[in-house]
């Protein structure tokens, strides 16, 4: 174990977040309320049909109407680029490696609902719209398909008829002759199959863009709410079709993100060539509504999965079989995620073989890309839900089954089937607390106080471990003004997590200055020559490090300025308060002085940048109780309790809200959030009417705590821990509504989301 004690500044301190309060009194600036003088306005058209050929008329009588600007369809932007898809995982040979295009606007064809037509610009929003709808769209409806399974059956529509498959990439890993011997040869097999549900993003600030030309310097100026500047700018600078130092993106407050932002969209695009056309700013705001329709969506994976073992309860095999859904388009990193989540499939189970096959498939739907976590909790959801089915298998309980098939701390480091070598971990450590403050032993006394009001009872688990902070570096930049302000620029991008607040800690130490004197800087592509942006929960683990050996090389620096001016050695200065003094004199200079007088600027600089080598590995065990009516379906989380090793904690307080909100987001997934597309591809749930989001009355207290194994891949011992809630959160909470409905009914597998129609439903057709 390793804890830290809280202490004013630094590692484990429990600062509040600086970032509060000017968002608590309405202060905060978002790209919303960016308002350039004489701006312009964007909206788009988009397809209501999922499948269709298409004609466009009254296009000219558009372009007349009364504060119209310019309306734009698919030739008029042929110049621009391709929507870029920027990753992929390492495709079968003897499958599709061609990407398809993602055509800013859509020419004769469109294949989803939302798809985007026709640009229009006017004086106002509401010019804009009417424009749109004066625009007459004629559809020649075309066979549409939805859902993987159905995009792969014979005779299924195609989205791409010019493929003649509906398969985007195949990828495959492991050893299938030596896994199919291992089945064979078993004395159990577990087999599942499970639905990993479509999600829709909903973060609080819906998208927008406020594009300027700058006709002097030929540049684009693009305020964007991103998770970082510089990937940003490098995407639009492949569709705009110019070099990356002409574009100029700027990211300020930003309202939640969860991946989804870190997508390049065509309205940025759009904005960025209509504002060089009209020479007018032109900014497009996103509705609720659009982004059901235009933004990125997540998991919607359909898995087989079957664990083989022996007598013992031990895995001796594991075999998967993948179809992930890309919808109609290939976005960003669509492609990647099911392979990235895919190196993590064996999650912390010591055994000798698998083989994984994934397809990637085309549907009649919005495109899917990384959404909070990134293919490391569809992982986990199949593992996890499979090593509860395996102990039912067995004859095990779900604890012991996890405990014959852990892998040791003694193995550590450990290198997994899929090549991903785990540094440090004790899983049955964090096990062992978890069910100690769950009160495991206890629940059978709380099952028997359900049934005798008519309710039944279950608790389930999830030990889970993920992938984050891959390999890379965040260059940290400290600088010295002439206010005495230390500021930091550093190429991350806060979406709401306190990087202000985490940060300031490690820069508030070394230089001796309050919070109030540390300015971190984010948000500009031309402030630092590049930045990895935020995502994969990097921002921390490999952030801190550099910052914190910035701040050190400034403090080594200001002492030396000050061991100048006080005819003293730089030993025996100090820093605090904002000022240098001389250890046990009464004689100091402050740091505002310090910077005034500096000779050389280049003195009140320093950079730190710690470049990671591997990714790092949290992990950790997650127990959710519930109880379910069965006259209504309706569940009810009664305790949730999660121990983690997240290797050393920066800021309890922060880190607390990560862990909070990340369970929030799986408990949506797993017990209320749905994406439905009916038979036509017509997106039936386009809106939070009909999409269920959680509240607070779904949720329980979180009993949080950490069981800290210092990471050996980063200098701090960090893991990161962004995602890590919505990792291990969904197949606890389904694992406990498997758990009730087995011992109450025999049902021993459901999907989610866990709807009160679906228990009702299946609590009926087991009585029945």
């Known amino acids: 174990m390793n804890e830290f004690a809280p202490l004013k500044f630094g590692m484990g301190a429990p600062v509040r977040r600086l970032e509060d309060p000017a968002l ?42 009364p504060g119209v600007r310019l309306v734009w369809t698919a030739a008029d932007v042929a110049d621009l680029g391709s929507m870029p898809c920027e990753a992929t995982g390492p495709a079968k040979p003897s499958g599709p490696t061609d990407k398809p295009p993602f055509p800013v606007l859509c020419g004769d064809l469109v294949r989803h609902v939302g798809d985007a ?99 002097a310097r030929d540049r684009y100026v693009l ?14 600078a492949s569709v705009l079709k110019v070099p990356h130092e002409s574009i100029r993106v700027l990211t300020p407050d930003v309202g939640g993100a969860f991946g989804v932002k870190a997508v390049p969209y065509r309205e940025y695009a759009l904005a960025a060539k209509a504002a060089k056309a009209l020479r007018r700013p032109v900014k497009w705001v996103s509705d609720r509504n659009e982004h059901f329709l235009a933004d990125a969506q997540g998991r919607d994976h359909v898995t087989t999965a079957a664990l083989a073992l022996d007598a013992t309860g031990r895995i001796i095999a594991m075999r998967i079989r993948l179809l992930a859904d890309m919808g109609a388009y290939l976005s960003r990193f669509g492609p990647l995620i099911p392979w990235l989540g895919l190196t993590m499939a064996p999650g912390v189970y010591d055994f000798q073989t698998l083989h994984i096959t994934c397809t990637c498939v085309f549907t009649n739907t919005v495109p899917t890309d990384a959404y909070r976590g990134a293919g490391r909790p569809e992982a986990t959801y199949v593992i996890e839900r499979l090593i509860d089915h395996a102990a039912r298998v067995v004859g095990l309980s779900p604890v012991e089954i996890r405990r014959r098939n852990f892998i040791r701390p003694e193995q550590m480091p450990y290198r997994t089937r899929t090549g991903r070598t785990y540094d440090t971990g004790d899983f049955d450590g964090h096990l062992t607390r978890a069910l100690e403050a769950a009160d495991y032993d206890g ?38 003004g002439p206010d005495g302000v230390v500021s930091l620029h550093i190429g991350t991008q806060t979406n709401g997590q306190g990087h202000a607040t985490a940060y300031a800690q490690f820069l508030a130490e070394p230089l001796g200055l309050d919070y109030d004197a540390i300015r971190v800087v984010q948000g500009d592509s031309d402030d630092l020559p590049s930045g990895g942006g935020t995502g994969g929960s990097r921002s921390i683990p490999i952030g801190v490090p550099s910052v914190d050996l910035a701040a050190r090389a400034l403090a080594k ?25 001389i250890a046990g004199t009464d004689r100091s200079v402050s740091l505002a002085e310090l910077a005034q007088k500096a000779s050389d600027p280049a003195r009140l600089v320093a950079t730190g940048q710690f470049k990671s080598e591997d990714a790092t590995f949290p992990n950790g065990t997650h127990v959710c109780e519930v109880e379910i009516d069965p006259e209504t379906g309706e569940t009810h989380i009664l305790a949730y309790t999660v121990v983690d090793d997240f290797g050393a904690t920066v800021n309890p307080m922060l880190l607390a809200g990560q862990i909070h909100g990340g369970v929030v987001q799986g408990v949506g997934q797993a017990l209320l959030e749905r994406t439905v597309y009916d038979a036509d591809g017509q997106l039936v749930t386009a809106s939070l009417n009909d999409y269920a989001m959680p509240r607070a009355w779904d949720m329980p207290f979180l009993h949080f705590e950490t069981r800290n194994v210092p990471s050996k891949n980063n200098p701090m011992g960090i893991k990161g821990a962004g995602e890590a809630g919505t990792v291990g959160s969904c197949p606890a909470v389904m694992n406990a509504v498997v758990d009730a409905l087995h011992r109450a009914y025999g049902i021993d597998h459901i999907d989610m989301p866990a709807t009160p129609q679906r228990l009702w439903e299946a609590i009926r057709s087991a009585k029945a």
């Open 117 to 215: 037509i026709a640009f229009v610009v006017a004086d106002d929003p509401l010019t804009a719209r009417d424009a749109a709808e004066a625009i007459g769209v004629d559809y020649d409806p075309l066979p549409a398909v939805t859902g993987s399974v159905a995009a792969l059956a014979p005779g299924a529509p195609l989205v791409w008829p010019e493929r003649g498959t509906n398969v985007a990439f195949e990828y495959e890993r492991g050893d299938a002759r030596a896994t199919a011997e291992a089945f064979a040869k078993a004395a159990h097999v577990a087999e599942l199959t499970l639905v990993n549900n479509r999600l829709v993003c909903n973060y609080l600030e819906p998208r927008a863009v406020v594009a300027e030309y700058d006709e």
């Open 443 to 480: 629940f059978e006394r709380r099952l028997e106080e359900s049934r005798a009001r008519g309710r039944i009872r279950g608790i389930g688990l999830s030990t889970y471990i993920e992938a984050c902070a891959f390999a890379g570096s965040e260059p940290a930049r400290a600088e010295l």
């Open 24 to 65: 608590i009194r309405g202060e905060g600036r978002f790209t919303a309320d960016v308002a350039p003088t004489g701006a312009l306005h964007g909206h788009v058209l988009r397809s209501a049909a999922a499948h269709a050929r298409i004609s466009l008329a009254g296009l000219e009588e558009a372009r007349q109407l």
């Open 223 to 236: 305020t964007i709410p991103t998770q970082g500047v510089h990937n940003m700018r490098t995407s639009l």
């Open 557 to 581: 620096q200001i002492r030396e300025l000050a061991a100048d001016q006080l005819e003293a050695s730089p030993a025996d200065i100090e820093l605090a308060g904002g000022r240098a003094v």
